[in-house]
């Protein structure tokens, strides 16, 4: 069982900035695919960002491309979404999501991901 807790969230003004942070339990961290989703209210939750276990590759949504930055530090089972220049489009409820057992699925669907934080809210004030 692998828990995910998110924290970071809030209220913030149109151009600003957020750091979102995800916390994992398990000593397999370092092994695991993370990915960052995002759910607007009467919308379906939408792929953000991925990174691999080794930070080499990492994958992003058209529409945060060029202001989301994920990274992650092992050492702290830790994965982290910075977001910068921040609109209005982009208030939802922020996922953090584990890919514990490998499957052949793409980082981009929610169905690859096994394990599910509770989400936090951001909101982009105009």
């Known amino acids: 069982q692998v828990q995910l807790v998110e924290s970071g969230g809030g209220l913030v003004q149109a151009g600003g900035s957020l750091r979102l942070s995800c916390a994992a339990s398990?000593?397999?961290?370092?092994?695991?695919?993370m990915g960052w989703f995002r759910q607007a209210p009467g919308k379906e939750r939408d792929f953000v960002a991925a990174?691999?276990?080794?930070?080499?590759?990492?994958y992003y949504s058209d529409s945060v491309k060029g202001r989301f930055t994920i990274s992650r530090d092992n050492t702290k089972n830790t994965v982290y979404l910075q977001m910068n220049s921040l609109k209005p489009e982009d208030t939802a409820v922020y996922y953090c999501?584990?890919?514990?057992?490998?499957?052949?699925?793409?980082?981009?669907?929610?169905?690859?991901?096994?394990?599910w934080g509770q989400g936090t809210q951001v909101t982009v004030s105009s």
């Open positions: 999501a584990a890919e514990v057992k490998y499957s052949s699925g793409s980082y981009y669907e929610k169905a690859t991901y096994d394990y």
């Open positions: 990174i691999t276990w080794n930070s080499f590759n990492t």
């Open positions: 398990g000593r397999a961290f370092s092994s695991y695919v």
